[in-house]
């Protein structure tokens, strides 16, 4: 160690550690990236060019020698990372396949940066893929703004994954990956993520947006629209249309405060229907009528609204003036104040889809975690939250998420589980992302309510949306939210459901008379420890409940309404296989003994949680 700072090395020694601790500092931040962007689209050609300038705000206390843009439709293009690993993971989404290395010249996409500048000085950048690199010709220091401008060209690609043009339902553009969108760069430093097929984290800002169009068309997505009377096309506020073209265009005006990404979807046969809330949201739906889609979208504009109110109750208010669903896409995708929503569904398809792009508004949009660290965050949060929607405004049903549990049960005996922890794009099958990020996603939050009480979880929930919108929560953070909410420590529950592929299993393995009362065993068979909830019903009708908390949860869940009064509680410590409790009951007066009735708690083999007399 160097103690005397008067030598030439010692002191060199000390500025570099010194230096060293102001570069790793890791205090919360969130950078910013203000757009404007003008863009022409040539119908004819399916190709655009635009103009973007952006004013980017370091709010990190690092320097920022290089930036990072994602150019997204890069990816459509034989040979593309997204085409080499859907013609090569086991199970691909049957809308890629192939189809990609198929494309022709004319259908391929592509996203190209012809000029950028930072502060009106040239940038060196290179195209690698789906990223733009970006050397900067001098860097951005911490809490300082730098103001990009460039000029860009693309080309949509024909209808496979999310963005695209003349999908199999005829909608001429989707529009969404379009722009080059600057990476978003946080804690952790830089997320350049390529684009291979699966999820999205942006920088919150403000867009403004002008899109020259064929006046024939009409268009819909992110933003308000800041020139209803000059387009026409319903959108006039005031029943007068002055439609002002240049030529046989127009050019629509959007202004989008406060989002993270920017979507448009243009057809020339969109019909355009308007519902004002009573609260002030103006809700959009936009799809082109035919007989199989007609009827269901009429009645869709019921449910949206009462979607909207139900999220906004139970997980924190909405806090845009508008939402926007509209018929394109390649299935349901959601974006910012809009989604994107095939349209030849039956009416139950058709709400329960845009449910869960609703219900991504909350978790993608506002609270906005990683999703390609923590997709089951968002996947699994938006479930959750849109199965309780649908039992509530559509589809009652005594267990909302069952279909979650089942589709967790299905991913553990299918053997192909991986930690949630795993990067959304590096998980060896779809069919293994799919059920962790959605369906164990649900379980994780249903399941907690089992823990700490539906009571305390819900307020947390609340809580969670107040503390941490727009800020980028993690896991953790979302932890922490719900241990101050019920007293209780949840750092386990993280460990084991999150960061490992352990499973709950427990069972009565033994019960029997003992003197004027009876003696019950359980035995934990699962490597993952959980409370319980053990119910004993009695020939007379009445219940009580042995209550049994880990140790490591430093204290018990408040009693919920609607249980069995509890008559025992006592800790079981996880390293303990079994438990055994005595009651002051007569063996012959039970009729039965149930671990978790509720069936909130996810053991895989339930044929032992139960014994009937």
Not at 287 to 302: A, M, R
Not at 457 to 469: E, I
Not at 499 to 517: H, L, P, Q, W
């Amino acid at each position: 160690m160097c103690i005397n700072p008067a030598k030439p090395f010692c002191g060199l020694f000390l500025l570099m550690a010194l230096g060293g601790g102001v570069l790793a500092q890791t205090g919360r931040f969130q950078q910013a990236a203000n757009y404007q962007m003008d863009v022409e689209m040539d119908v004819n050609t399916n190709q655009y060019k635009g103009t973007q300038v952006l004013i980017y705000t370091n709010n990190s206390p690092d320097t920022l020698e290089r930036v990072f843009y994602h150019l997204y439709y890069n990816a459509f293009q034989p040979g593309s990372m997204m085409d080499e690993r859907s013609r090569s993971i086991a199970d691909p989404d049957r809308r890629v396949g192939d189809r990609i290395s198929k494309l022709k010249a004319d259908e391929i996409g592509y996203l190209s940066v012809s000029s950028l500048t930072m502060n009106g000085k040239p940038v060196e950048f290179e195209e690698v893929g789906t990223i733009l690199e970006v050397e900067l010709a001098e860097p951005i220091l911490p809490h300082s703004d730098a103001k990009f401008e460039m000029e860009f060209t693309g080309q949509v690609p024909l209808q496979i994954r999310r963005s695209g043009r003349d999908s199999g339902e005829g909608v001429r553009f989707s529009m969404s990956q379009w722009y080059p969108k600057m990476s978003e760069y946080d804690e952790q430093g830089w997320h350049a993520n390529p684009y291979i097929g699966r999820e999205f984290y942006g920088i919150w800002g403000d867009f403004d947006v002008k899109i020259t169009i064929d006046k024939t068309y009409v268009l819909g997505g992110t933003g308000y629209l800041q020139n209803p009377n000059e387009i026409g096309h319903g959108y006039e506020e005031d029943g007068t249309k002055v439609t002002q073209a240049k030529g046989d265009k127009l050019t629509w005006h959007f202004n989008a405060p406060k989002v993270h990404d920017f979507m448009w979807a243009a057809d020339p046969k969109y019909r355009h229907d308007k519902v004002e809330m009573s609260n002030g949201i103006t809700v959009h739906h936009l799809y082109i009528p035919s007989d199989d889609v007609t009827e269901n979208w009429e009645k869709l504009k019921e449910y949206t609204p009462k979607a909207i109110a139900f999220m906004s109750e139970h997980f924190g208010e909405y806090p845009y003036k508008q939402y926007s669903v509209i018929q394109g896409g390649d299935g349901g995708m959601e974006y910012p104040m809009a989604t994107l929503v095939t349209g030849g569904r039956n009416l139950n398809g058709l709400v329960g889809v845009m449910a869960h792009e609703l219900a991504h508004s909350w978790f993608q949009g506002v609270l906005a975690t990683n999703e390609a660290l923590y997709p089951w965050m968002d996947e699994g949060f938006t479930s959750y939250a849109s199965s309780l929607a649908m039992a509530e405004i559509f589809r009652p049903s005594d267990n909302p998420l069952q279909g979650s549990y089942s589709g967790y049960y299905r991913l553990v005996s299918s053997g192909k589980e991986e930690p949630m922890t795993t990067h959304s794009d590096h998980y060896h099958t779809n069919a293994a992302y799919g059920a962790a990020a959605y369906s164990k996603g649900a379980v994780f939050l249903a399941q907690l309510g089992y823990i700490i009480g539906e009571e305390a979880r819900d307020k947390g929930m609340l809580s969670y949306w107040n503390t941490w919108g727009f800020k980028h929560p993690n896991v953790n953070d979302f932890i922490r939210i719900m241990e101050k909410q019920s007293g209780l420590e949840l750092d386990w529950y993280k460990e084991y459901f999150v960061y490992t592929t352990k499973t709950i299993d427990y069972g009565i393995k033994e019960v029997k008379a003992e003197g004027e009362g009876t003696e019950i065993t359980l035995e934990r068979i699962g490597l993952m420890p959980m409370p319980i909830d053990l119910v004993i019903t009695y020939k007379d009708g009445t219940s009580e409940m042995v209550y049994l908390p880990l140790e490591i949860m430093r204290g018990e869940k408040v009693p919920e309404a609607g249980a069995a009064s509890r008559v025992i509680s006592q800790d079981w410590p996880w390293t303990n296989m079994t438990k055994t409790i005595r009651i002051n009951k007569k063996y012959d007066s039970i009729k039965s003994i149930e671990i978790d009735p509720s069936k909130r708690l996810a053991d895989i083999n339930q044929e032992n949680n139960k014994v009937e007399y």
